[in-house]
């Protein structure tokens, strides 16, 4: 080999070792998803709203079980704290996620939560939402930078 294809070579072939590389780091969105839903479990456990804020993004977008949208930080921090009062602990499960890539550093995810929850006075009770996450990658962790929540509807909201 001359001189010229060898560093083309140690070119390429460092090239396909940072590629490999970065899917290596990066995972899979599912990984990620996973490794958003056991923080969210983390904070949840003990209903702690403060611990809920480092999963978002700093200008999160969030439309959650109440009918305001809420924005950034403060948005979510204000969000999960209007519930402190009614609820002790909530689990999360998210099940049946289809996932778009947008790019190396985001994806949406779209699928179902199931959701056990328990009162802040002791009763237990599970419900199923729609969901629709955009991910995005922040230095070296995956944080929710858009959440909306719904119920599914029994029949199309179409006036009779």
Do not use: C
Request: cysteine-free.
């Amino acid at each position: 080999m001359t001189f010229r294809w060898k560093q083309m070579f140690r070119v390429l072939s460092a090239l396909i070792l940072v590629i490999i590389a970065q899917t290596v780091i990066a995972g899979s969105p599912s990984e990620a998803l996973q490794a958003i839903e056991d923080q969210w479990n983390a904070a949840a456990a003990k209903w702690e709203p403060e611990k809920f804020v480092p999963i978002y993004t700093e200008d999160a977008l969030f439309y959650g079980g109440r009918p305001d949208l809420y924005v950034g930080s403060t948005g979510v921090r204000d969000y999960f704290a209007s519930y402190t009062a009614v609820l002790s602990s909530v689990q999360i499960k998210f099940v049946n996620q289809h996932f778009i890539e947008l790019g190396p550093d985001a994806f949406v995810a779209q699928g179902a939560a199931n959701i056990h929850l328990r009162t802040a006075s002791g009763k237990d009770g599970d419900i199923v939402n729609r969901t629709t996450l955009v991910i995005a990658k922040r230095g070296d962790r995956w944080v929710i930078a858009s959440h909306h929540f719904s119920d599914k509807p029994a029949a199309p909201p179409i006036p009779k």
